[in-house]
């Protein structure tokens, strides 16, 4: 089951100078910052960066909300969807995974147990 958007991931050539000016730019600071992500929670959301070496994703990238990413990901298969990346075990329970959908669309799908759209700053 797909619930809402949850992410939206940016790819940036530059972590370091990316996080400062999205720091300024949400008056905030990162919930989450390693060298190969940070993510920042915004209104219920999480916008992240990603450096672009570490991804093969050209612009932003939304992520779907789903309960079960393996079971989404194979059911999504079915429907006919092509796999771009397999579910992947990004840490703190965190899944995600990206498909092509008929018409080429990226469409990426997380499963994050730490979620909680009622926690909105």
Known sequence: MIFGLRTVIYPVNDL???KVWYSKVLNANPYFDQPFYVGFQVGGFELGLLPQGESSINGSQAMWGVV?????????LELGAQSIQEVTNVGEGIKVSSLKDPFGN???????PNFNPKEIR
């Open 68 to 76: 079960n990413a393996d079971i989404e990901y194979k059911r999504l």
């Open 16 to 18: 370091s100078k990316a």
């Open 106 to 112: 990226r469409f990426g799908i997380i499963e994050n």
